[in-house]
C-alpha cells in the first residue's frame, strides 16, 4: 500500500513538471505563429493565409498531446523497471 502511495505521488509530480513542459512549448509555437501574423503575405491569398494559420494550430495541439502522453509513457516504463 506504500509504495502504492509513493507511486501516486511520484505520478502527480511528473504529470505536473510535463504540464509545466508543455506550456512552455505552447508558448513557444505561439511566438511562431504571431510571428507569422505580423509578417504581411501579400503575395497569398487571405484563404491560404487562414489555412496556414489552422494547420499550425492543429500541429500545436497535435505536439502538446504527444508530448504529454510520451513523458507519462517513458514514466511509467521507468517506473515498471524500477
Same mark, same amino acid.
Given at each position: 500500500?506504500?509504495?502504492? @502511495?509513493?507511486?501516486? /505521488?511520484? $505520478?502527480?509530480?511528473?504529470? $505536473?513538471?510535463?504540464?509545466? %513542459?508543455?506550456?512552455?512549448?505552447? /508558448? =513557444? /509555437?505561439? &511566438?511562431?505563429?504571431?510571428? &507569422?501574423? =505580423?509578417?504581411? %503575405? =501579400? +503575395? $497569398? +491569398?487571405?484563404? !491560404? $493565409?487562414?489555412?496556414?494559420?489552422?494547420? @499550425?494550430?492543429? #500541429? @500545436?495541439?497535435? #505536439? !502538446?498531446? &504527444? !508530448?504529454?502522453?510520451?513523458?507519462?509513457?517513458? /514514466?511509467? &516504463?521507468? +517506473?515498471?523497471?524500477?
Amino acid at each position: 500500500m506504500r509504495e502504492h @502511495i509513493n507511486y501516486q /505521488y511520484n $505520478f502527480d509530480i511528473t504529470i $505536473f513538471f510535463s504540464t509545466i %513542459f508543455i506550456w512552455i512549448s505552447t /508558448y =513557444r /509555437y505561439i &511566438l511562431v505563429y504571431r510571428m &507569422l501574423n =505580423r509578417l504581411n %503575405f =501579400r +503575395k $497569398f +491569398k487571405s484563404n !491560404t $493565409f487562414i489555412l496556414i494559420k489552422v494547420i @499550425i494550430s492543429i #500541429l @500545436i495541439v497535435i #505536439l !502538446t498531446v &504527444l !508530448t504529454e502522453s510520451l513523458i507519462i509513457k517513458m /514514466y511509467t &516504463l521507468l +517506473k515498471i523497471d524500477n
